[in-house]
């Protein structure tokens, strides 16, 4: 399977590096607008470059969380599988977008990384609100991983 990936941050870099390492694709095209790094794959100029590229199958989108909904759709209608990192987007009306368009592309497949909620400090919090030990919730905000400086 051939790959395009927008956005070559540190997610884009893993995602990369995973698929040559697993041997199950090859990265074709990446887009990334603000490389601090050298980029080993052709660089497209836009992410259009990526998204009407014919000889790419899928995409990756790991780019800042505003822009995941539009690039889905389009990675989409474009008739590519897309997997996403998260979130599917800001809001509700966001994510009922994205839906809406996934179910006119049935054979399409569309993921999106949701791979903290196999950790377990999630499933004991998951565990502590459906037995009430907190009361009823009002607010959270959680912080994992990468993104945690403080």
Same mark, same amino acid.
């Given at each position: 399977?051939?790959?395009?990936?927008?956005?070559?941050?540190?997610?884009?870099?893993?995602?990369?590096?995973?698929?040559?390492?697993?041997?199950?694709?090859?990265?074709?095209?990446?887009?990334?607008?603000?490389?601090?790094?050298?980029?080993?794959?052709?660089?497209?100029?836009?992410?259009?470059?990526?998204?009407?590229?014919?000889?790419?199958?899928?995409?990756? +989108?790991?780019?800042?969380?505003?822009?995941? $909904?539009? =690039?889905?759709?389009?990675?989409?209608? #474009?008739?590519? /599988?897309?997997? &996403?990192?998260?979130?599917?987007?800001?809001?509700?009306?966001?994510?009922?977008? +994205?839906?809406?368009?996934?179910?006119?592309? $049935?054979? =399409?497949?569309?993921?999106?990384?949701? #791979?903290?909620? /196999?950790?377990? &400090?999630?499933?004991?919090?998951?565990?502590?609100?459906?037995?009430?030990?907190?009361?009823?919730?009002?607010?959270?905000?959680?912080?994992?991983?990468?993104?945690?400086?403080?």
């Amino acid at each position: 399977m051939k790959f395009g990936i927008i956005g070559f941050g540190k997610m884009g870099q893993i995602r990369a590096r995973t698929l040559e390492q697993s041997g199950m694709g090859e990265v074709v095209s990446v887009y990334e607008p603000n490389a601090r790094a050298e980029v080993l794959y052709h660089r497209a100029s836009t992410e259009d470059e990526v998204l009407m590229n014919p000889s790419i199958d899928s995409i990756f +989108v790991c780019t800042p969380n505003y822009k995941i $909904p539009d =690039l889905c759709i389009r990675g989409l209608r #474009n008739g590519k /599988h897309v997997f &996403s990192e998260k979130p599917p987007g800001l809001n509700a009306d966001d994510v009922s977008r +994205v839906i809406e368009v996934e179910n006119n592309f $049935p054979t =399409l497949k569309l993921m999106y990384g949701f #791979n903290h909620r /196999h950790h377990e &400090s999630i499933k004991k919090m998951k565990s502590m609100i459906d037995g009430n030990e907190l009361g009823k919730i009002l607010w959270m905000r959680g912080r994992y991983g990468k993104e945690v400086d403080e």
